[in-house]
């Protein structure tokens, strides 16, 4: 038994320049892990709470000393001396300390990296990484990269209500080819926005491309002449995060889209055309978050996709077994700060894993440089994963951190997605054309 020596925390900033919480667990034998706590741009009503100090002097009232305190005067006193390699004891005393479904009291932030910071002080104590640490059996693969190149949201009079729009190199032969294509199709895509639409493509919230269209399919058919000009166009899917209740008016029970408002039915009806017309791998919270019907739909209707959970699940076991009952989703986007421990993120994990379902890791767009995200992907063998677009250095370091695991796993192959993918093999009804003979879109 390696017990827990010390825990201390500051307040230190995400890759976005938001004020986070950091902590460090120091063990008895001087081994030391580090957890910190990061936030999405988009956070969905049931995730874990973000704790804030809301003085509007510091950092506009986002700054976490409020949690760092919580983290050193309630949450050390509990856990030091306890065993560092019992994580689940260790986030049970945590969740019963806060005593709060949504962990508003001491706050998730302060409560997750704590969790975090526990599980790698107890892989360093064990001398293995910390996806070695999380692994059920042997690791054999790493996961396919979705890179987000193209951001939509608000930008200006331009409203594209669809979130993100994905490029996946499944069919590459190793991770090293996958990231090289996701790379190339980025730094192609550039020139192919600004010779369609005459004008030099802006910088996302996310670090991809701003979308150049309201439309969905106007923004899918520019990934596909990108991915058609790099040479690439039968090795990638694409994929789309709607994060629709950004776009829900709750009164009317509609969404905006393309320059008008439609209902549940309509955002599927949509969807599925698009699944006609492009290789899209899947399509995640393309309803709001509490639109259970509409989920429903959507995994009912969407037959050549698979449709995954993110805001409606927030990785939280209650709410992924609701969708499981009400086979609403086909998946979900493993994203442990949604929930608040790892314990929790995993035993979300195992629920959606003994139900057949589609278990997609994702960091958060505020995000740091060693997300454990990484570590899970690895250790628990997913198909695939989310990534942001290859341009900041948090998202660079998480395809490093793929081709270093490959490196280190002995026979180490890519994922083979195929066996999930429901997509026709569209390559054949689409016409190879320079990337220069592009035109503009009307």
């Known amino acids: 038994m390696t017990r827990i020596a010390s825990i201390t925390a500051r307040q230190m900033l995400d890759c976005g320049g938001r004020p986070l919480v950091e902590v460090d667990v120091r063990t008895d034998s001087g081994h030391v892990g580090r957890g910190a706590a990061p936030t999405g ?15 509007p002097s510091r950092y506009d009232g986002r700054s976490v000393h409020r949690a760092v305190r ?5 949450l050390a006193p509990a856990l030091v001396g306890r065993d560092v390699s019992d994580q689940a004891a260790l986030d049970t005393v945590m969740i019963e300390l806060d005593g709060t ?12 990296s704590v969790s ?21 059996g042997p690791l054999t693969t790493v996961p396919v990269p979705a890179f987000n190149v193209v951001n939509g949201g608000r930008h200006g009079a331009l409203v594209q209500a669809y979130n993100e729009f994905l490029v ?9 080819e996958a990231v090289e294509i996701g790379v190339r199709v980025f730094e192609v895509l550039g020139g192919v926005l600004e010779r369609r639409f005459r004008t030099r493509p802006g910088v996302g919230k996310s670090y991809g491309f701003v979308a150049p269209s309201s439309s969905p399919r106007v923004v899918l ?11 690439v166009l039968d090795k990638v899917a694409f994929a789309v995060d709607c994060a629709s209740s950004e776009m829900y008016d709750r009164p009317s029970r509609t969404y905006e889209l393309d320059g008008r408002r439609t209902d549940a039915a309509g955002m599927v009806e949509y969807a599925a055309a698009l699944t006609e017309e492009f290789a899209l791998l899947f399509v995640e919270d393309l309803l709001d978050e509490d639109d ?18 993110d805001d409606l699940v927030v990785t939280n076991s209650a709410r992924l077994r609701r969708a499981i009952d009400e086979r609403a989703v086909d998946g979900f986007l493993l994203k442990p700060n949604q929930v608040g421990t790892i314990t929790q993120a995993l035993e979300a994990f195992e629920e959606a894993r003994r139900a057949g379902l589609v278990v997609v890791p994702s960091g958060r767009s505020g995000g740091v440089i060693d997300d454990v995200v990484m570590d899970l992907a690895v250790g628990l063998q997913v198909p695939f994963l989310k990534n942001g677009a290859p341009r900041s250095g948090e998202r660079i370091e998480k395809l490093n951190f793929l081709m270093r695991a490959a490196h280190d796993i002995e026979g180490c192959r890519l994922a083979d997605v195929s066996a999930i993918a429901r997509f026709p093999d569209r390559t054949a009804d689409v016409a190879v054309r320079p990337a220069g003979d592009l035109e503009p879109v009307a």
């Open 41 to 55: 741009h988009s956070v969905g009503a049931h995730e874990a709470f973000v704790l804030r100090d809301d003085d």
């Open 70 to 74: 919580n983290v050193e005067e309630v």
């Open 101 to 112: 479904p949504r962990k508003t009291r001491l706050g998730g932030n302060a409560i997750y």
């Open 116 to 136: 975090i910071a526990c599980l790698r002080a107890a892989a360093a104590c064990a001398a293995e990484p910390v996806y070695r640490h999380l692994a059920a």
């Open 168 to 176: 996946v190199p499944h069919g590459a032969e190793d991770i090293f």
């Open 221 to 231: 058919d520019v990934l596909r002449d990108a991915a058609d000009a790099c040479g």
């Open 292 to 309: 259970w019907d509409g989920f429903a739909l959507a995994a009912r209707e969407l037959t050549r996709t698979l449709v995954l959970g």
